[in-house]
């Protein structure tokens, strides 16, 4: 026998009330077992989405979080155009003089697929080759890239330029429209899209324009394209993006008007720039993904954005820190909550036990009776308290982990955090540790009061 | 054993003080088999918590199995009773969520510690009285005679080399009670134990040693 089996009993004894203070416990720790894990589990996910993304190049009028999110992270519309003659530049050397960069993916965005919204990104085939995810290329569960390179891209550039400066200048018989290749109409979806969906290999998918039900939604069924590859799982944004042809973007009905980026010229109105001439190098983008060969690269990117009037380079590495610090505010905040919870917990557990002090007297007193020092009876009583927070704590943390398994599917279509449940963290016995600790210091008041008690007065009461 | 020189233990009440127990002088030998007796209020349970180190007399020295009692804090008043003392009460003060065996074993707990090898010494013990067959019942399952056996048990599980009883026979009839007695005794001298039992009951009292009436103890004024 210990004096932790007295405390024990004294638990069992008093059960119903030892079940409800655990439960409040348990809710506790809960709760703040669930604000930790979501708010790593979003760092983590925010973090490891920078991926391959060193930088990102977007409009000069944007934000440059807003350039990232919608990039890397698909949140909201995308900010705008710029256009391809600033790949050129880069992929010619033009803009880092001195050739800094390993790649420049062009990418344009503004459709998406299904009711769920997924968004689509046309671009070229390197982002399958060329493009490194944490130092590899973009794994695929099934199938592989789709074929639309850069070339193949500057040559429709070309037709579609030719096609838009006949009709602008009205000519009786202007040059072909360039039509979709077959060979274009092809996908790369991401893991989840594809299991939402239910898409395999050879699986049709077509991109719409606006949201189901909502005014000017309509389907591109000319631009529907057969799923060639089917990317690995990679907790991160790609998993519920879908890869399409640039080409194929450049070449669905209705996207004419918005093809190239115009800028008007002093004096002129928007109509007057409609009939202005464009070239293939006026082509809009929405982003391009870069990666500088070294640090100098990157500084001179920086330098070089710095000054130029149609383009901006965001650097995801120190605007989604800084986003995160910001939504970290709002995690302390649920951080403050659930400590707060737990304050209102641990006094659960002082009156608890406060309340049994009185009705313990006797038993107190028999205990010192037989030679138990005040210091043990202290012992006992702040064991209870230990033993009572350390059973809510597990359980809380069991909990969490039970929370995570059933709302995993939940949280991931709902914020795209991917939920590890079976993955237990150090802090995660730190945080038992602390909870139990709180939890004995509650039961400190009344182990005092119950190490005070009288014993001759209360052995010589007769109950 | 038992070495009392001047005691006096008073209480306050109202604007003045009670004394409530008074002794100018008392020896008991070991081995010996002592009755306190007095009527209420003589202050006989007063003293018999003085002998335990449970409180603390206004003056005086108390000598208690090789300690000094009225010197030593609270603490080792508590360890020496613990080690040294075995006590027993009317109202048998048992605690009522755990079984026979874990009440003896509570004994062991704050005196000699409660090992495998005292587990063993609490069931034999058990045993010795009758209760083998009764370990693991809790006191509300056993009669008022199995219970006071389990106190008397508790208060030997150490191997005390005194034993204090305050009116241990009150709350049973007289059969069960001079059986109760009769094993505590025996028990007693079989260890070579002194025993100091505070009474009401002259028949008790006369199967002790000696009889001590508190009354003869008070110091002259």
């Not at chain 1, 302390?332 to 209102?344: C, N």
């Given at each position: 026998?210990?004096?932790?089996?007295?405390?024990?009993?004294?638990?069992?004894?008093?059960?119903?009330?030892?079940?409800?203070?655990?439960?409040?416990?348990?809710?506790?720790?809960?709760?703040?077992?669930?604000?930790?894990?979501?708010?790593?589990?979003?760092?983590?996910?925010?973090?490891?989405?920078?991926?391959?993304?060193?930088?990102?190049?977007?409009?000069?009028?944007?934000?440059?979080?807003?350039?990232?999110?919608?990039?890397?992270?698909?949140?909201?519309?995308?900010p705008g155009l710029f256009p391809l003659q600033v790949a050129i530049d880069l992929r010619a050397g033009k803009v880092s003089r001195r050739g800094q960069v390993r790649y420049a993916i062009p990418q344009a965005r503004g459709d998406s697929v299904s009711r769920h919204g997924f968004p689509v990104v046309a671009t070229l085939d390197e982002m399958f080759t060329a493009y490194e995810w944490h130092g590899a290329p973009l794994p695929f569960a099934a199938g592989g890239p789709f074929r639309f390179s850069w070339d193949e891209l500057l040559q429709l550039g070309e037709e579609l330029a030719a096609y838009e400066n006949g009709r602008r200048a009205g000519?009786?018989?202007?040059?072909?429209?360039?039509?979709?290749?077959?060979?274009?109409?092809?996908a790369v979806v991401g893991s989840r899209v594809a299991r939402t969906l239910e898409l395999g290999l050879g699986s049709t998918i077509t991109p719409v324009h606006g949201k189901m039900g909502e005014f000017g939604y309509h389907e591109h069924p000319e631009a529907s394209c057969e799923v060639v590859g089917i990317l690995a799982p990679t907790n991160s944004p790609l998993d519920t993006t879908i890869f399409l042809p640039l080409g194929t973007h450049l070449l669905i009905d209705g996207h004419e008007a918005g093809?190239?980026?115009?800028?008007?010229?002093?004096?002129?109105?928007?109509?007057?720039?409609?009939?202005?001439?464009?070239?293939?190098?006026?082509?809009?983008?929405?982003?391009?993904?870069?990666?500088?060969?070294?640090?100098?690269?990157?500084?001179?990117?920086?330098?070089?954005f710095g000054a130029r009037a149609d383009a901006q380079v965001a650097w995801p590495q120190d605007v989604v820190p800084r986003f995160?610090?910001?939504?970290?505010?709002?995690?302390?905040?649920?951080?403050?909550?659930?400590?707060?919870?737990?304050?209102?917990a641990s006094v659960s557990i002082t009156v608890a036990i406060y309340n049994t002090m009185n009705e313990r007297r006797r038993e107190i007193a028999i205990m010192r009776s037989l030679g138990a020092r005040r210091l043990q009876?202290?012992?006992?009583?702040?064991?209870?308290?230990?033993?009572?927070?350390?059973?809510?704590?597990?359980?809380?943390?069991?909990?969490?982990?039970?929370?995570?398994?059933?709302?995993?599917?939940?949280?991931?279509?709902?914020?795209?955090?991917?939920?590890?449940?079976?993955?237990?963290?150090?802090?995660?016995?730190?945080?038992?540790?602390?909870?139990?600790?709180?939890?004995a210091l509650a039961g400190l008041a009344p182990a005092v009061k119950g190490s005070l008690t009288q014993v001759a007065d209360n052995l010589a009461q007769d109950y | 054993m038992i070495r009392l020189r001047d005691v006096q233990k008073s209480y306050a009440a109202g604007t003045g003080r009670v004394v409530a127990c008074a002794v100018s002088q008392l020896d008991i030998a070991a081995g010996e088999q002592v009755a306190l007796v007095g009527r209420s209020g003589?202050?006989?349970?007063?003293?018999?918590?003085?002998?335990?180190?449970?409180?603390r007399p206004d003056h005086g020295e108390v000598e208690v199995a090789g300690a000094r009692l009225d010197q030593l804090g609270e603490a080792a008043c508590d360890r020496h009773r613990g080690r040294h003392i075995g006590m027993v009460y009317q109202t048998f003060n048992l605690l009522q969520p755990f079984t026979?065996?874990?009440?003896?074993?509570?004994?062991?707990?704050?005196?000699?510690?409660?090992?495998?090898?005292?587990?063993?010494?609490?069931?034999?013990?058990?045993?010795?009285?009758?209760?083998?067959?009764?370990?693991?019942?809790?006191?509300?399952?056993?009669?008022?005679?199995?219970?006071?056996?389990?106190?008397?048990?508790?208060?030997?599980?150490?191997?005390?080399?005194?034993?204090?009883?305050?009116?241990?026979?009150?709350?049973?009839?007289?059969?069960?009670?001079?059986?109760?007695?009769?094993?505590?005794?025996?028990?007693?001298?079989?260890?070579?134990?002194?025993?100091?039992?505070?009474?009401?009951?002259?028949?008790?009292?006369?199967?002790?040693q000696r009889t001590v009436d508190l009354a003869t103890l008070r110091a002259a004024p």
């Open positions: 026998m210990r004096l932790w089996s007295i405390s024990l009993r004294n638990l069992r004894v008093r059960l119903v009330a030892t079940v409800l203070t655990t439960a409040s416990i348990v809710v506790a720790t809960a709760l703040y077992a669930a604000i930790l894990v979501m708010a790593e589990q979003t760092e983590a996910r925010y973090k490891g989405s920078i991926g391959g993304y060193q930088a990102v190049v977007g409009p000069k009028d944007a934000s440059q979080l807003e350039l990232v999110l919608n990039t890397i992270f698909n949140v909201g519309e995308a000519e009786a018989q202007p040059p072909p429209r360039p039509l979709l290749r077959p060979a274009w109409r092809q093809v190239f980026v115009v800028e008007i010229p002093p004096g002129k109105t928007p109509d007057d720039a409609k009939r202005l001439p464009v070239s293939a190098a006026r082509i809009g983008l929405t982003a391009i993904v870069v990666d500088p060969k070294d640090h100098f690269g990157a500084r001179i990117l920086r330098t070089e995160l610090r910001d939504i970290g505010n709002a995690a302390d905040v649920l951080t403050v909550i659930a400590w707060l919870v737990l304050l209102v009876i202290l012992a006992i009583i702040t064991g209870e308290a230990a033993l009572l927070s350390l059973f809510g704590a597990v359980l809380g943390v069991l909990v969490c982990h039970l929370a995570a398994l059933l709302l995993r599917a939940t949280v991931e279509d709902m914020t795209g955090v991917h939920l590890d449940w079976l993955q237990f963290r150090p802090w995660e016995a730190w945080l038992v540790f602390g909870v139990t600790g709180v939890g | 003589s202050g006989k349970t007063t003293l018999l918590h003085i002998l335990a180190g449970i409180l026979a065996l874990e009440n003896v074993l509570l004994g062991a707990l704050f005196g000699r510690g409660a090992g495998h090898a005292m587990r063993d010494r609490a069931a034999a013990l058990l045993a010795e009285v009758g209760l083998g067959d009764r370990l693991h019942h809790r006191p509300k399952q056993l009669s008022v005679g199995q219970v006071q056996r389990v106190a008397i048990c508790r208060a030997l599980i150490n191997d005390p080399e005194l034993i204090l009883m305050d009116e241990p026979l009150g709350n049973q009839d007289r059969t069960t009670g001079e059986q109760v007695l009769d094993l505590l005794l025996r028990l007693a001298a079989a260890g070579g134990k002194t025993v100091v039992m505070v009474t009401h009951d002259p028949a008790s009292a006369a199967r002790m």
